[in-house]
């Protein structure tokens, strides 16, 4: 169980970047009873933040000029606010907490 007491055990999922491999890392996360899951590689398909950014370009950058860097930000900002209104129905189907299960090795 997790240094935090939370009274639930905790798992991080992580991307398999060679940072997050690093000896410090793991140390620590020892240290506060935190497991560590790492993503087989090649596969945004099961980090959600990659599915959001995927929709976002989708909405906001495809076929789009901005003429400046202010617009474009905009653009972006105006997209991620609506995520709870506008496109709630369709980002509930693509952000599904339904993912593939792993056994460790």
Do not use: H
């Not at 935090?4 to 905790?10: A, H, K, R, S």
């Not at 992580?14 to 020892?30: F, G, I, M, P, S």
């Not at 606010?81 to 792993?102: G, I, M, N, V, W």
């Amino acid at each position: 169980m997790a240094a935090f007491d939370l009274g639930v055990p905790i798992t991080l999922v992580l991307d398999n970047a060679r940072y997050q491999k690093c000896r410090l890392v793991q140390t620590l996360a020892e240290t506060l009873g935190i497991e560590l899951l790492y993503l087989p590689a090649y596969s945004p398909n099961l980090n959600l933040i990659e599915r959001l950014w995927k929709f976002v370009k989708k909405k906001c950058l495809y076929s789009v000029y901005y003429a400046n860097f202010k617009d474009f930000k905009s653009a972006i900002c105006a997209c991620l606010a609506q995520t709870q209104t506008t496109y709630k129905q369709e980002l509930d189907t693509l952000l599904t907490l339904r993912f593939q299960t792993f056994s460790k090795s």
